[in-house]
């Protein structure tokens, strides 16, 4: 079983940058969706960022300009770069790659790394 393993978070003054970095243990074929979600104490788990595409990426409204998705999909790696944190970025953030293949679908995730941004 293919396992997402995430590390980079931690705690962080507002206005600092962290990077999370996201690789999987073994080998995901297929067409690839890489992102990042976070989820903070009693909200619903948002999408952060994805990279559909070589040329497409998505970014929540609220980070947008501030957080870079990058990734190598022959690879299985993902990464993201955070800057000029805000306190409201304090969550559990999660890796997600979703891969398409001609007879089933994969959703693999990690198990989350706190980022904790403090005022």
């Known amino acids: 079983q293919v396992q997402l393993v995430e590390s980079g978070g931690g705690l962080v003054q507002a206005g600092g940058s962290l990077k999370l970095s996201c690789v999987a243990s073994g080998s995901i074929f297929g067409d690839k969706t890489m992102a990042w979600y976070r989820q903070a104490p009693g909200m619903q788990s948002e999408l952060v960022a994805r990279?559909?595409?070589?040329?497409?990426?998505d970014y929540a409204d609220s980070v947008k300009g501030r957080f870079t998705i990058s990734g190598d999909s022959a690879k299985n790696t993902v990464d993201l770069q955070m800057n000029s944190l805000k306190p409201e970025d304090t969550a559990v953030y999660y890796c997600?790659?979703?891969?398409?293949?001609?007879?089933?679908?994969?959703?693999?995730w990690g198990q989350g790394t706190q980022v904790t941004v403090s005022s």
């Open positions: 990279k559909v595409s070589s040329s497409r990426t």
């Open positions: 997600n790659i979703k891969a398409r293949t001609p007879w089933k679908d994969y959703d693999y």
